[in-house]
Structure formats: structure tokens, C-alpha cells
């Protein structure tokens, strides 16, 4: 087998920068899942349409649309570092502010979908930069190992820590989950800034290079790659059925099994629990069966787990789903990230990474919008159900990639779609 295998990869440094990325990715994501299990719950308190309930969700996805090439263009040709620090200051200023208005009795659903989109607009020039600032911090080889501890210690925070947190935060202020949020930006921003790493040296643009030619280099490289084109066309998939999952689950406890937003609480605790668990054995699925066959792996089981949610009516069948998705869901995201930094040219991995993101999260809005109106004329199981059958067409879809090896993609290698050994 050509190429670096994944039991052979070593474990990244704190040292270096890396322990500061990993501080500032987790304190971030603990504010992040405040604000992302408080914000339906206040939307639940605004309206009961299940329509515009998927709307606040859709909003949170539609930038990609509209920006993420844009955003990973961006992201190849600035300093990541400022380019994060600055958007995490931007973005805790503006929570905070969303934060004061629900404060002062001023929440509406219109400022729901307004902070949602303004926020993920941010969202796509910090987490393209992020992904591309990485393999400048580790070796390329333990980027597995590092995308593992940064998810794991992303979930640890914001499942484990903010879940439980939140009727809590809820009971002393509306407010409070967003103030908590703006904090966890502004640190996180402190933090980046502090990271004394040298912008990457890059080659000259060709005279009249312009973004748009970029772009479409790093979609081509996207749509060449004989492993990364399969894996995007099933993320894709699985977008359409989580966004669809994810922004009528709130009613689906609620209102279908007739629990409260404790109920709700706990259903995103256990899938932190479960995603823990998928971060301590990502790696060993993928020494055992390879990257590409991991998320074979992932998606099979995420189905079973979508089917047990959408047809046993217990709290304690969604729980043992929730944990299922958790687990399998962190499998495959670390190890589809891993194969896309490994198989992009370092000079391209912010196009690269924006136009895997740009075309797998489109599905999400769309997903959202289609489970609001699936759960109102089917009922409230039925986008659990449609998310199985999407998983069940994204497995199907990963078969070519998962019957190749994959080599490793040198850092400077001018073949981008260098071909896996069969």
C-alpha cells in the first residue's frame, strides 16, 4: 500500500501553536452549542410553525452557499491567523448584541435568522483558514491524530459541558446562552492571536490571476479526486438528512415523544457522548480498514440509528440513536477532513476545503427546509425517517471510494488528482 497509513501516524505537539488552536477551537465550540441548542428553544417560544422553526436552521446553512468558494479563495491569499482572530472578535461582538436585544424582550424570529446567516457568512472565511492553517502546525502525518483531538475536545465542551448547561442558563435569562457565547468568541479570538506562527510562503499569482480562477482550480482538483468527488457526493447526502434530522429534532422530542427541553437536552448530551466516542476510535477504524472504508463503515450503522429514531416512540430509543449518529457521525468527520488535508496541495487546501464544504453543505438548507415540511405533512418521525433513506443513497454512494487504498498526497505535489493504487 502506498502512502502513509493511519496506525502509523504520529501523535501532533501541544507545542508549537497546536495547544492554543486546540483552546481556542474547544472554549469556541462551548459558546457555539450554547447557542445552537438555546436558539431553537427560543424559537419554539416565538412560534409554533414547523416551517419556520426549519427556517432559523436553513439560515445557519445558506452563506455556504453564497460565500464559501468565495471564503476559501480568501483564505489561500490572507494570514489565516488574522483572518481568524478577526472574525471570532466580529462574531462575539455580534452575539453579544443578539444577546442584549433577547435581554431587553426584542427577540423575534426575524433577528433569529438574521444572526444565523450574518453568523455563518463569518463562518466560512474562519473555518476554511482553520482548516488550512493546521498542516502548518502538525506534520501532515498526525493530522489524523490532530483532527481526532480537535473534534473530541469540540465535543467534550460543547456536548458534555454546554448541554446540560443550557435549561440552566435558560432559567436565570433568555439571554444568558448568548452572552455566554459572545464570551467564548472574544477568548477564543485572544487566543489565535497570541499564536506566533509565520504566514505560509506562497508562490507569486500569475499575472491576472483573479479569485474566480481560483476558485475554479480548486473545484476541479475537487471534481478529479477519484476519492474526494464519492466522499463530497455522499456528505452531501448526509447533509440534506441531518439538516432535515437536526431542524425538526426539537419537535420531535417535544411534541412526537412528549418530552420537555430537558428531554431535548439530554438527546444532544448523549450524541456529545457518542461523538467522544467515535474521536478515541476513528483512528483505530481507519488502521483497520482505511479512511475511505471507515466512512463505509459510519454511514451503514448512522442508518440503523436514523430507523431506531424514526420508528420507536421512547425517550430511550432516541437516545441510543442520538448516541449511534454521535459515534459514527465523528468517525466519518474525522476521517473525511484527514483525506481532504492529505490530498490537497498545501497552497490549495482553503479552495479545496471550501468547495467540499460549499457542495456537501448545501444540502443542509435544504434538508432544513424539506424536514419542516415533511414533518407537517407526514408527521414529527417522519425526517428521521427521510434521513435514513438519504444515509441509506450516501452509502451507496462511498462504494467506489471505499474499494481503493489511498495514498497520501505529497504537500507539493503538482498532480492534484493523483490516482489511489487499486
Not at 502506498?2 to 469556541?28: D, H, K, M, N
Not at 509565520?198 to 480562477?213: K, N, V
Request: proline content about 6%.
Amino acid at each position: 500500500m502506498t502512502g502513509v497509513e493511519a496506525g502509523q501516524a504520529p501523535a501532533p505537539a501541544w507545542r508549537g501553536g497546536f495547544g492554543r488552536l486546540w483552546s481556542a477551537a474547544v472554549i469556541s465550540r462551548l459558546g457555539d452549542a450554547l447557542r445552537t441548542t438555546a436558539l431553537p428553544l427560543l424559537a419554539v417560544r416565538l412560534t409554533d410553525e414547523p416551517l419556520v422553526i426549519a427556517s432559523v436552521t436553513a439560515c445557519s446553512y445558506l452563506p455556504w452557499l453564497l460565500f464559501g468558494l468565495l471564503g476559501g479563495a480568501v483564505a489561500d491569499r490572507v494570514d489565516q491567523r488574522r483572518a481568524m482572530w478577526a472574525v471570532d472578535t466580529a462574531r462575539g461582538l455580534l452575539v453579544a448584541a443578539f444577546a442584549l436585544a433577547v435581554g431587553l424582550g426584542h427577540a423575534s424570529i426575524p433577528l433569529l435568522l438574521a444572526l444565523a446567516f450574518l453568523l455563518t457568512t463569518l463562518q466560512t472565511l474562519f473555518d476554511n483558514a482553520s482548516t488550512a492553517m493546521l498542516p502548518s502546525l502538525v506534520p501532515r502525518a498526525a493530522l489524523g491524530s490532530a483532527n481526532a483531538r480537535l473534534m473530541t475536545g469540540q465535543q467534550l465542551a460543547g456536548g458534555l459541558l454546554a448541554g446540560p448547561c443550557v435549561p440552566l442558563l435558560l432559567g436565570a435569562g433568555a439571554f444568558m446562552p448568548f452572552a455566554a457565547d459572545a464570551g467564548t468568541y472574544l477568548l477564543a479570538a485572544a487566543l489565535v492571536a497570541s499564536l506566533r506562527i509565520r504566514p505560509p510562503e506562497r508562490e507569486p499569482r500569475p499575472t491576472g490571476s483573479t479569485l474566480r480562477a481560483e476558485i475554479a482550480e480548486g473545484l476541479r482538483h475537487l471534481w478529479r479526486d477519484p476519492v474526494l468527488r464519492p466522499i463530497c457526493v455522499a456528505t452531501l447526502l448526509c447533509n440534506i438528512g441531518m439538516g432535515a434530522l437536526i431542524a425538526t429534532l426539537v419537535l420531535h422530542v417535544t411534541r412526537w415523544l412528549h418530552a420537555g427541553s430537558t428531554a431535548y437536552a439530554a438527546a444532544m448530551t448523549v450524541y456529545a457522548v457518542g461523538s467522544l466516542a467515535g474521536g478515541f476510535v476513528a483512528q483505530r477504524i481507519a488502521r483497520r480498514t482505511g479512511r475511505a472504508r471507515a466512512l463505509l463503515l459510519g454511514g451503514s450503522v448512522q442508518v440503523a440509528a436514523l430507523l431506531l429514531m424514526g420508528t420507536v416512540r421512547h425517550l430511550g430509543g432516541l437516545l441510543v440513536g442520538m448516541l449511534l449518529l454521535g459515534t459514527m457521525n465523528m468517525v466519518w468527520n474525522v476521517n473525511q477532513v484527514t483525506l481532504m488535508q492529505q490530498r490537497s496541495p498545501e497552497p490549495m487546501i482553503g479552495r479545496i476545503a471550501s468547495a467540499f464544504r460549499t457542495a456537501s453543505t448545501s444540502g443542509a438548507p435544504v434538508g432544513a427546509l424539506l424536514g419542516g415540511a415533511t414533518a407537517r405533512a407526514f408527521g414529527l418521525n417522519a425526517p428521521a425517517l427521510l434521513a435514513a433513506l438519504l444515509f441509506t443513497l450516501a452509502v451507496a454512494a462511498l462504494i467506489p471510494a471505499g474499494k481503493t487504498d489511498v495514498p497520501v498526497v505529497a504537500p507539493h505535489d503538482s498532480d492534484a488528482s493523483a490516482h489511489a493504487t487499486p
